[in-house]
């Protein structure tokens, strides 16, 4: 059993007391993560299949994935809630196999649905849960005491919390998952069903954690504006790692941009464009008119419009975009994140490079 | 504000900081220590629940209130002195004593499948500490409810006829508490293999009022068929009922007129009953556990 996270066979070959700087500190780190479930008739459904992840010590780590697709099995299997079915995981430098209870006591959890007791005070929330984790009484009512005004709630602490706002439980849950000092906080869907405004707040107060006391957190999430903030991202789809990287990165792994145009007749227009542009290129017609992906897209509508002006086609409006990181999302799982609003359809082909083969699961 | 004294996340393998709970290596009785807290952990949370309900507690203990004068009080006139050995209010009373702390001994296997609905279960199933702890503490809690609960009601006793005596109410809370153990515990094994608090609430309703009338608590069995006395020999409230007429005997003599639980014709001594208590309630707990633990 490997106690520790890293490259254990680069650190091997390091005589004497392993030097700090020989591997990088990983916070999380799983290779060749499974779990599955047995299902009805002997099949087994695999909710993880083959989960290599590494997120580094103080990161904020973005785990994206459309839904069904294991986000909350493998939140489950880090916090060593769920024992995985194969593969080896280390969390805070505690494998979640061999040492769950470790792994319990140095991460921290907000669940989706969370759940606080309704009859009892803020304080006396937080006082239950630090007992619950060991601590003492009286490091337990100075942490209580940290925690809420870390989460700007000192003021509330003897309301009930059936008196609290949406917003503000989610808070007191924040500071409930902090009062043991976790290394690694994992939060699932922290910011869902809040308003605009208890949305920022609670961000607020992840990067006041990452800033100065280096914590390394874990957020799923399905807002890709919140995702684009955190320092790395990696998408899950159908159970396994399909990309990870920098939202830059990922973003300029597309390389693209989007152009698109609205003329008076697009079907003619779709003909000059893909006259025009280089070869290879899919030209896409949809009701929203004429898109491509070019390099460098601004600088070919200018082109684009004189080519169209020379066959008579009038054009309404031009534009070019960077991908987003809904591009992203899409490019590698085949599924905009928004899938139950909005979902693109697959009748009309999309300007997508080949590599976006995505087989849906039956 | 000052950042909090949060300590920075070292390496893997590090020392962690001081203070923190749970550290790298622990000994055998920092690890217990560990667990009781989280036992205390529970047991305290039900405390401030109950003080936190304040009406709740009172209606609860309203109802065995009503039954002791309302029933009590009608039959009274019906049933012949002779008949019990003392009024039919006094031989009422450890029925109704029972009938207290089965109440709240009932909440807790109710709260253990809320708890899992709402979330708040996987909360303390996050907490490093083990599941048999958290059952524990559950136990723990509804029991020392119960108990708190049957000794209020115990102030009643000089008006149906049971003296105040400091060393009988310490006798009969310790019985009480230790009834209130094993129906929690059975409660807990019931409500571990249930996920509907619906079906939880009507398989309870079904079981515990013939327990109730069968526990020799509102009415004698002597007189009853054979089947429903081996019924009776079976039942956890029987003995609870059993050893608080016993202890209420000890000071009002007619007590013991009734015969409660026989083995064979004869009746078991009551270190026997409270044996069978308790070892029913800790074969019900661990059977709980090793039920809680399998559940992901």
Redesign the interface.
Known sequence: MQ????DDSRSRTTPGPRP?RARP???ISTRGLVKSYPGADGTSTHAVRGLDLDVL??ETFAFLGPNGAGKSTTLALL?A??RPTAGRA?V???DVLGRP??V???VG?L?Q?????P??TAE?NL???A??????RR?TR??VT??L??VALADRRRS?VRTLSGGMRRRLELA?G?L??P??LFLDEPTTGLDPHARAQVWEHLRVLRD?????LFVTTHYLEEAEHCDRLGIIDHGRLVAQGTPAAMKAAIGDDRVALRTGDDAAARQVVARTVPPGRTVTLDTEGVSVRLPDGSAWIPRLCAALAAHGVAVHAASAAPPTLDDVFFHHTGRSIHAAAAPRTPTVPLADPPASATEEAP | ?T???????????TRE?P????G?RRGLLPLL??EL??V???V??DL??LR??PTHTALMLLQPVLYLFLLGGGLAALIPHSALGVGYRTYLFPGILIMTVQAPAIVVGIRLIT?RQ???L?????????RPTLLLGSCAGGTLVSTIQGAVLLGLGGAVGVPYDPLLAALLIACMMLASFTITALTLLLAVSLSRPETFQMLLGLVMMPLLFLSGGFFPLENMPGWTRALTAANPLAYGVDLLRRSIALRVPGQADVVGIEWSGRQPSPFLEGAVLLVAGVTALLWAARRFSRV?
């Open positions: 106690p520790t996270a890293g700090a500190a990983y916070a010590e103080g916090c809630l769920t280390t805070a430098g505690a209870d470790q319990r006591s140095r959890m669940f649905h969370s759940a606080l007791d009859d009892l006396q006082y239950i849960h007992r619950l984790y060991g601590l003492s490091h100075r942490r940290e925690t005004e870390t009930l409930r902090l043991h000092a290394r690694v100065r006391q280096g914590s390394t | 504000m950042a909090p004294a949060l300590p920075a996340a070292d390496a893997p393998g900081a203070g923190l709970p749970a790298a220590r560990h807290r989280a205390h952990a529970l305290h949370r401030l629940r936190a309900q708890d709402s979330g708040y996987r909360e303390l199933l996050m907490a490093p500490v083990s992901e």
